[in-house]
């Protein structure tokens, strides 16, 4: 009779525990997987002494990120990266190469980078090591401020050839509403030639 019992009760606990666990199990958030800046940006930073002026697009495998390929050909994925929080990360270029990276995101959420203050130059020296060379190209236009500024910088990764960096912060009228956005290019035509790089 006891053994009965013990069983009955084992079958019981069994029946109520398993869709509670089951139900915390699959309430759990996918979790974006994390990754560096220095590694996001290596993937596009050429060797200084190589003859080619473009990575292959196999060099992505190097971020352990999984993308998805946009109509227009962009790689995009889902990461964590310090300093930024979750974000959106997309490498663009033409079928020979990567020429661009794309850091976006939206809200405060988890971190922020370069707000409101015109610190893109610093931050990325920060953030990419003391061998970093960083030259500041323009820093924030007349008309930007606390609400919303744009900064553009050169910098150069020990062993690697020139990059190009455009950070644009806008507040949206609300923390929630923040976006934020960091391009990293190969091409300073990229920055010369768009008129959203240029003050009005």
Known sequence: ??????????????????????QQHAAKPATAPAVSLQ????????????????????????????????????????ARVLTFGRVSVCY????????????????????????SSDTLAEDLKKLLGPDT????????????????????????IKGRKPLYAYSSYDMGGSAANYDYELTITLNKDDLDKDPLYKCD
């Open 92 to 115: 663009s270029g033409p079928r020979a190469g990567l020429m661009s990276i794309n850091i976006s995101k939206t809200g405060f959420g988890d971190g922020a980078f370069g707000v």
């Open 1 to 22: 009779m006891n053994c009965f019992r013990t069983t009955a009760l084992a079958i019981v606990l069994s029946v109520v525990l398993t869709p509670c666990l089951a």
């Open 39 to 78: 590694t996001l940006i290596s993937v596009i930073a050429v060797d200084e002494k190589a003859s080619y002026t473009v990575n292959d697009w196999s060099s992505l495998k190097q971020t352990g990120l999984v993308f998805s390929i946009k109509d227009n050909g962009d790689h995009c994925a889902k």
């Open 133 to 156: 060379q960083v030259s500041r190209i323009r820093g924030l236009c007349p008309d930007d401020g606390a609400v919303r500024g744009t900064f553009i910088s050169s910098f150069t």
